[in-house]
């Protein structure tokens, strides 16, 4: 069931209703039911891994607590089936390749396996859950239902935020009576999710999906266009879902915390990881890298932990090792400006230009690592390295188009084809700057009750009419 569709809008309308018609006592109840019928629409049988993965993270939380020599045990099972629905064909072919490397190995066929919806999000918030329980951090809840209703809440369920379940538990557990003002919030975060997702993503990945389908046609400036338009495109496709999930809680009177804030303007990687898939950041400076020994234990190791946690980070994204080099450049970028102060921005944010200078070299460094991140393969990444920036045809003679042809080819068929993404990036653009110093949403709030309809009219007026016709409105997201 996704966000974006009607089917989504009636859900949680019907959800809407009955959770505030409920007794506050028992509106939890109403959470569980309604977690686990909305991940049965993806998948009956995703149920029972969901089941699975609450039951072990209860087990080793509650009943098995107070055993150090458990706490391996506790990991593995608890992420057992991310590491075979996500990682067995992966790590068997990798194993495969290191013995050919010394004997023959006969042929071999790898599984055909589809990856659970939300496995990644769910294992990881549980696996933060049993971490803590088991070093004393937090206490384990007595009921397993309370934890089910935690790991189960549709708004986080499928692509996160990565909420910590001890907190959002006790959000849920507390109730809170409805309020307009948060109401109208989360309709106009989720409004503006929308806008992100099925405007500014989808049309940017038209082009996209045009380019990285087909490199071999395409040379020079049109690779260039869609490695730019494909920052924007995740930025807006994964922060659009963080909307919507977090306008929806709001809707029930629940307030989820903030997963992406602005990450382009940052003046360093580091800044960027704190503006950026928060959740995440944080759920790995938690449980990889402090683990680990952070930056206690001098430069070298600080260096060396900063890699592993975001090797980590590139594996939980997908098993190939596409993702791997696209988290260790982050790791590197991140060492570098650990040594170089000018780097790292701090000598390079005395004035505005200066600011903004530092901010594109950032976006620079971040969209030369999502090639990696978006290629098929390696071969894919290393044909735009090598082209992006060619001399001559922008599609290959070989090919049999002529340049005339490369706008149809990029999915841009009329003039006012190419102007909608333009205008989004635009308003995006505005949204994201200025709202760094107020909130607009506020602004609107304020005014006459005339204005404010007629502005929230227009802008579902614009979703509908720029969005593209034909593209499919799966979140990427969903793949990990």
């Given at each position: 069931?996704?966000?974006?569709s009607?089917?989504?809008?009636?859900?949680l309308a019907?959800?809407?209703?009955?959770?505030?018609?409920?007794?506050?006592?028992?509106?939890?109840?109403?959470?569980?039911?309604s977690?686990y019928v909305f991940y049965?629409?993806?998948?009956?049988w995703?149920?029972?891994?969901?089941?699975?993965?609450?039951?072990c993270?209860?087990?080793w939380?509650v009943?098995?607590?107070?055993?150090?020599?458990?706490?391996?045990p506790?990991v593995?099972f608890?992420?057992?089936?991310?590491?075979y629905?996500k990682?067995y064909?992966f790590?068997?072919?990798?194993?495969?390749?290191?013995i050919?490397?010394?004997?023959k190995?006969e042929?071999?066929?790898?599984?055909d396996?589809v990856?659970?919806?939300?496995?990644?999000?769910y294992?990881?918030?549980?696996?933060?859950?049993?971490a803590?329980?088991r070093?004393?951090?937090?206490?384990p809840?007595?009921n397993?239902?309370?934890?089910?209703?935690?790991l189960?809440f549709?708004p986080?369920?499928?692509s996160?935020p990565i909420?910590?379940?001890?907190?959002l538990?006790a959000?849920?557990?507390?109730?809170?009576?409805?309020?307009?003002d948060k109401?109208?919030?989360?309709?106009?975060?989720?409004?503006w999710g929308?806008?992100k997702?099925?405007?500014?993503a989808?049309?940017?990945?038209l082009?996209?999906?045009?380019?990285?389908?087909?490199?071999?046609?395409?040379?020079?400036w049109p690779l260039?266009?869609?490695v730019f338009?494909?920052?924007?495109?995740?930025?807006?496709?994964?922060?659009g879902?963080?909307?919507?999930a977090?306008?929806?809680?709001?809707?029930?009177g629940?307030?989820l915390?903030?997963?992406?804030?602005?990450?382009?303007l940052?003046?360093s990687i580091?800044?960027?990881?704190?503006r950026?898939h928060?959740?995440?950041?944080?759920?790995l400076?938690d449980?990889v890298?402090?683990p680990?020994?952070?930056?206690?234990k001098?430069?070298f190791?600080r260096?060396v932990?900063?890699?592993?946690?975001?090797?980590?980070?590139?594996?939980w994204?997908?098993?190939?090792?596409t993702f791997?080099?696209?988290?260790?450049?982050?790791?590197?970028f991140?060492?570098?400006e650990?040594?170089f102060d000018?780097?790292s921005?701090k000598?390079?944010?005395?004035?505005r230009l200066?600011?903004?200078?530092?901010?594109?070299?950032d976006?620079?460094l971040?969209t030369a690592?999502?090639v990696f991140?978006?290629?098929?393969?390696?071969?894919?990444?290393?044909?735009?390295?090598?082209?992006i920036f060619?001399?001559g045809?922008?599609?290959?003679?070989?090919?049999?188009?002529?340049?005339?042809?490369?706008f149809?080819?990029?999915?841009?068929?009329s003039?006012?084809?190419?102007?909608k993404?333009i205008?989004a990036?635009?308003v995006l653009?505005?949204?994201d700057?200025?709202?760094?110093?107020?909130?607009?949403?506020?602004?609107?709030?304020?005014?006459?009750?005339?204005?404010?309809?007629?502005?929230?009219?227009f802008?579902a007026?614009?979703?509908?009419?720029?969005?593209?016709e034909?593209?499919?409105?799966?979140?990427?997201y969903f793949?990990?």
């Amino acid at each position: 069931m996704s966000f974006v569709s009607f089917q989504y809008a009636v859900f949680l309308a019907t959800v809407f209703g009955i959770y505030w018609l409920t007794p506050k006592k028992m509106r939890w109840i109403v959470l569980l039911v309604s977690g686990y019928v909305f991940y049965a629409f993806a998948g009956i049988w995703y149920v029972g891994l969901l089941l699975y993965v609450t039951v072990c993270a209860y087990f080793w939380s509650v009943k098995a607590k107070g055993k150090k020599w458990l706490d391996i045990p506790a990991v593995f099972f608890t992420v057992l089936p991310l590491i075979y629905f996500k990682y067995y064909n992966f790590i068997l072919e990798n194993i495969r390749g290191a013995i050919a490397a010394f004997h023959k190995v006969e042929g071999y066929d790898l599984m055909d396996i589809v990856v659970p919806l939300g496995i990644s999000f769910y294992t990881f918030s549980a696996l933060a859950y049993v971490a803590d329980c088991r070093s004393d951090k937090i206490k384990p809840f007595e009921n397993i239902f309370h934890l089910a209703t935690g790991l189960s809440f549709f708004p986080c369920l499928i692509s996160g935020p990565i909420e910590r379940q001890q907190k959002l538990v006790a959000k849920i557990l507390a109730g809170s009576d409805f309020t307009y003002d948060k109401g109208t919030w989360g309709l106009k975060t989720i409004a503006w999710g929308l806008f992100k997702k099925l405007v500014v993503a989808d049309l940017f990945g038209l082009t996209v999906d045009s380019v990285y389908s087909r490199l071999d046609m395409f040379k020079g400036w049109p690779l260039l266009l869609a490695v730019f338009m494909y920052s924007i495109q995740i930025y807006c496709d994964f922060s659009g879902y963080s909307d919507i999930a977090i306008g929806s809680a709001a809707l029930l009177g629940i307030d989820l915390d903030k997963n992406f804030d602005a990450p382009y303007l940052s003046l360093s990687i580091k800044e960027f990881w704190s503006r950026w898939h928060i959740s995440l950041s944080s759920w790995l400076k938690d449980y990889v890298y402090i683990p680990l020994g952070g930056n206690r234990k001098g430069w070298f190791l600080r260096d060396v932990n900063l890699l592993i946690t975001f090797l980590v980070s590139g594996l939980w994204h997908g098993a190939d090792w596409t993702f791997v080099i696209w988290g260790l450049l982050h790791g590197a970028f991140l060492v570098t400006e650990n040594h170089f102060d000018l780097i790292s921005g701090k000598n390079m944010s005395k004035t505005r230009l200066a600011r903004w200078i530092r901010v594109i070299i950032d976006f620079i460094l971040i969209t030369a690592a999502w090639v990696f991140f978006r290629a098929s393969t390696f071969q894919d990444a290393a044909y735009i390295f090598k082209n992006i920036f060619s001399q001559g045809p922008v599609i290959p003679p070989e090919v049999g188009y002529r340049t005339s042809d490369v706008f149809v080819l990029l999915g841009i068929d009329s003039l006012w084809d190419g102007a909608k993404p333009i205008i989004a990036f635009v308003v995006l653009f505005i949204y994201d700057v200025v709202g760094q110093k107020r909130d607009l949403w506020k602004i609107v709030s304020r005014r006459p009750a005339v204005v404010r309809w007629i502005f929230y009219i227009f802008i579902a007026i614009v979703i509908v009419f720029m969005k593209p016709e034909f593209q499919d409105a799966q979140f990427i997201y969903f793949k990990f």
